[in-house]
């Protein structure tokens, strides 16, 4: 996380008014509308340029016509003296934490390695983007390193050779079959008559690009935009402070650092060693105290296997009390009576309630209410590494992950076989997995999975209500999606309908998608340009 400028003084500048600092990989914004935020982030997910740079490039210009919305020379905000007072005095007399959610931040965290991303983008009372697989091809090199991290932990260790070598290989291999995958895609999916070259070849290079994921190892570096109130970050930092991993605790510094820039009175219990030092220290002994208990009770146990996606509990009545939950806002009559007439009725009686509470669903993004959360499925998933990252930022779901490792094997999409690529891909896995397994002997465990390469396959749990698998399950499985999460997700879909029996519920998900996609960008890249020209 070492300091770093690559702009020049002019640039850096005209860079000062609106961003903390311009030479750390950690940084917030100021002095500029929600919209300009909110718009440079989207950007910024889907661009390799580092989040100031796309400011420079794309937005600078009109946002200097204007000028700041607050004149940056002045020593403070209108009004921010005032206002840091009354939050010092509510925090330090009265307590009431959520005064800190009136307060947001727009951060951004560069560089950080795909294991950091997953612990920034797990708290759910916060927003996420984060710099995509699918759009951005991971060629670049800075100071003639590929775009990974080297954990500090490895300083001075005789294996960093080893990690550095396979690691090298891994982006090498992923960099030299890009123009190959394409080259074979195109082969294989002929441009149709009436799609542009643009959209043609959109779709062509997300395809290749979706394909060879597998071979970045977790510990590919990324860029997440986040925006999140006090009270969310203050959670983020306690628990980032406690972790066992270097990068994160140095990343949390970082955070905070920038974070006191903008709203400090948000952030003076964090690093206090009676306050929010204890909450690091609770959650430190109590992940060592959990890891040493699931270490002795499964002791001799061998782990059995099991499906991609298993149902591991529902409830067998969840249609019942969610007919029962749709009668209750219009009725008058207490719950517990509600949920024994609708015990009394036939599955069809209760189906038509369902039916009628939902409506005519028009759209994919008309939900119904929240009668839905009252009945929810836990699925345990053993899938790539590469479709966990999409599925964990589903943060209203209660999502929890092993270790990443190369116990459960990787999955090797069969387009890497049928281009030529497979004794390649083969190889980086191989190679990746001997590193990994020398850390683990030299006691570094949480260090080994940076060595991990996306196609490995990770064992996580999602739990949710109804109301929420809808979301999910209709999202991602739509055609544009990767084939890994669609594949995911559409078991779902048949798990809740047959294997807990809410075909009612199962069916109030119209828009879930069954579909077998070739090229899966190809209809969403049509209808962009669509947009465009209309």
């Not at 400090?264 to 890891?291: C, E, I, K, L, N």
């Not at 719950?335 to 024994?340: E, F, I, N, P």
Request: glycine share 6%; net charge neutral; charged share 25%.
């Amino acid at each position: 996380m070492n300091g770093h400028s690559e702009f020049s003084p002019e640039e850096a500048a005209a860079l000062q008014p609106y961003f903390t600092n311009v030479d750390q990989p950690v940084f917030a914004l100021t002095n500029l509308p929600e919209t300009v935020k909110g718009a440079l982030f989207a950007r910024y997910s889907r661009s390799a340029k580092s989040l100031r740079r796309l400011f420079l490039d794309e937005f600078f210009e009109q946002i200097s016509a204007v000028g700041p919305e607050i004149d940056p020379a002045k020593s403070a905000d209108v009004g921010a003296g005032r206002a840091e007072t009354l939050y010092m005095k509510i925090f330090n007399e009265y307590g009431d934490d959520s005064v800190a959610q009136l307060g947001g931040v727009h951060l951004a965290c560069e560089d950080v390695s795909n294991l950091l991303t997953k612990v920034l983008e797990r708290g759910r009372l916060a927003a996420y983007l984060e710099q995509s697989t699918r759009y951005v091809p991971y060629t670049q090199r800075r100071h003639d390193m590929w775009r990974y991290l080297v954990p500090a932990e490895l300083d001075g260790h005789p294996i960093r050779a080893d990690y550095v070598a396979a690691l090298d290989l891994a982006f090498e291999t992923y960099a030299r079959w890009i123009e190959p995958m394409r080259q074979w895609f195109e082969a294989r999916h002929p441009k149709a008559s009436g799609d542009s070259d643009f959209v043609y070849k959109s779709a062509i290079r997300a395809k290749a690009l979706d394909t060879l994921r597998g071979l970045l190892p977790a510990a590919t570096r990324s860029n997440v935009g986040i925006y999140g109130t006090g009270q969310a970050y203050e959670a983020l930092l306690l628990r980032m402070r406690a972790h066992p991993l270097l990068e994160m605790r140095t990343c949390a510094d970082l955070m905070l650092t920038e974070l006191r820039k903008v709203v400090p009175a948000f952030f003076t219990r964090v690093d206090q060693p009676d306050r929010g030092g204890r909450w690091s220290t609770y959650f430190a002994d109590t992940r060592h105290a959990a890891a040493d208990m699931a270490d002795r009770v499964t002791a001799g146990e061998t782990t059995e296997s099991r499906p991609e996606v298993v149902l591991s509990d529902f409830d067998p009545d969840g249609e019942i009390k969610v007919a029962a939950a749709a009668l209750y806002t219009s009725s008058s009559l207490p719950d517990d009576q509600l949920m024994a007439l609708a015990r009394r009725m036939s599955v069809q009686e209760r189906a038509a309630i369902l039916s009628a509470y939902i409506g005519d669903r028009s759209n994919r993004r008309h939900k119904p209410g929240r009668a839905f959360e009252r009945t929810s499925y836990r699925f345990d998933v053993l899938t790539d590494y590469g479709a966990f990252r999409d599925l964990q930022r589903h943060l209203l779901c209660t999502i929890d992950w092993q270790s990443l490792s190369v116990a459960h094997g990787y999955t090797l999409p069969e387009a890497i076989v049928e281009a030529g690529a497979e004794e390649d891909f083969r190889r980086v896995m191989s190679t990746c997995a001997q590193v990994h397994d020398g850390l683990i002997v030299a006691g570094l465990s949480e260090v080994a999975q940076y060595s991990v390469p996306m196609a490995y396959r990770v064992r996580f749990v999602m739990d949710m209500n109804a109301r929420e698998a809808m979301h999910v399950i209709e999202l991602r499985t739509a055609p544009q999606g990767h084939p890994a999460y669609r594949r995911v997700c559409q078991q779902m879909h048949t798990l809740i309908a047959e294997r807990a029996g809410h075909q009612a519920i199962a069916a109030s998900m119209k828009y879930a998608d069954h579909s077998v996609v070739e090229l899966e960008r190809l209809q969403a890249e049509r209808r962009l340009e669509a947009k465009r020209r209309g």
